[in-house]
């Protein structure tokens, strides 16, 4: 009996697959707007190809599901969303690099100004095209990453003349440690986003992210920006995965073999088996993103049995012990992330977090899509 057979549209060569349920990512989107008060709204952030999942099938499946705004981190990613998407308003985090406005413009992208040198950029253009140029505007409230310091802020909005022909859309700030609740910081930066939106009365809010969301309706403001809790990853760490789950990744078995108690398993001779067993290898590794952190820590499950990861993960190729007695053969696969490991858990053995490993998600990968709009 064949484990997890691939569906017939997978092409018969293919070694691993990556599950996508687009209805799963739309009923998380839905699930996160009604927490919200009905005037807040929830953009949609799918940058990184939508975490690793598929930017073009998951914005069309948002879409679908009544998401009108997206955000995405590098002008690359707006054009190609933009391809698709004549519709949508489309956010870009990390605003124009210099020389690049004009590409902004001609493809109706939102940057997220991050300085007063972007703000500066924009600003000449919308004098050279002689029309207003919408744009968010991105404070930095404690993270110290991108954006415009509060005296920045100050400064635009003391002199209008420094925003003279932008049409600002939106006043943005990121939280730092919004997946800690109890974290002072918190308070802290909804207070000085507080200050910064009296600078600017009547202009839109976003703050919250994924973990943000579920620090309670004080920290929603008018729209909120969710990536993660959209693919299924626990935006409330220390509680039960709110999200319902997105992706399940399954990978062929190449070769069953037996082995005797004493045998090494793998390069640097990593691991040593206690008694004879049967080892399933199976056809994905460091190269398709399953990190070598999880060699003798990650596991696999063929059916509902759960089989631990044995040996060190190679480029190609990871070994699972599957049992003296399994039934498992060639062709079988075996579910490396799924009900019961999922991108968390992964990220738990692996000493990093779901981001990660969405995102690192490789590209050899035959990504079928569940659901969506038909
Ligand atoms: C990535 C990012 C988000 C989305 O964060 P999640 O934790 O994945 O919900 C929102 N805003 C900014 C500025 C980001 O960089």
């Known amino acids: 009996m064949s484990v997890s057979p691939f569906p017939p549209q997978v092409p018969a060569q293919t070694g691993a697959v990556l599950f996508i349920d687009l209805d799963a990512i739309a009923a998380n989107w839905r699930a996160l707007e009604a927490r919200q008060s009905p005037a807040c709204r929830a953009a949609a952030v799918v940058k990184a190809d939508a975490y690793g999942l598929g930017a073009a099938p998951v914005a069309a499946a948002l879409a679908a599901a009544g998401c009108r705004r997206f955000v995405v981190a590098t002008l690359d990613e ?10 949508a308003e489309i956010l870009v985090l990390s605003g124009p690099l210099p020389g690049t406005a004009s590409l902004f413009a001609g493809a109706g992208l939102w940057p997220v100004l991050n300085s007063l040198e972007q703000v500066a950029d924009w600003r000449a253009l919308a004098t050279r095209q002689q029309r207003p140029l919408p744009a968010a505007l991105h404070v930095d409230t404690g993270m110290r990453r991108l954006g415009l310091s509060a005296a920045d802020l100050a400064r635009l909005s003391a002199d209008p ?20 609740p ?11 986003f507080a200050a910064a939106r009296a600078l600017f009365p009547g202009l839109p809010g976003s703050l919250a992210a994924s973990s943000g969301i579920f620090l309670g309706p004080a920290w929603h403001a008018d729209w909120t920006r969710p990536g993660a809790a959209l693919y299924g990853l626990n935006p409330t760490p220390g509680a039960a ?23 090494s398993v793998g ?99 035959h990504r079928h899509y569940l659901g969506g709009a038909a």
Do not use: K, W
């Not at 059916?303 to 039934?327: C, H, K, N, W, Y």
């Not at 490991?341 to 490789?362: K, M, P, Q, V």
């Open 241 to 263: 995965n709110p999200m319902a789950p997105v992706a399940r990744l399954a990978a062929r078995i190449l070769q069953v073999r037996d082995v005797d108690a004493g045998d």
């Open 267 to 365: 390069y640097g001779a990593s691991y040593r088996c206690a008694a004879p067993t049967r080892l399933a290898i199976v056809a994905a590794g460091y190269a398709d993103g399953l990190f070598r952190a999880l060699g003798n820590r990650g596991c696999g499950h063929f059916g509902e049995q759960p089989v631990p990861l044995v040996g060190r993960v190679s480029m190609d190729l990871t070994i699972f012990d599957v049992g003296i007695a399994s039934t498992a053969r060639p062709g079988d696969s075996i579910t490396l992330m799924g009900p019961g490991n999922d991108a968390d858990a992964i990220a738990r053995a692996a000493g990093t977090i779901g981001y990660e490993i969405l995102t690192a998600l490789g590209a050899r990968y």
């Open 161 to 180: 003349a420094l925003l003279a022909g932008i049409d600002p859309r939106l006043l943005m700030s990121h939280l730092a440690c919004a997946d800690e």
């Open 182 to 192: 109890e974290h002072p910081l918190n308070a802290l930066q909804r207070q000085r």
């Open 78 to 87: 707006g054009l190609a969303l933009r391809a698709g998407r004549p519709e």
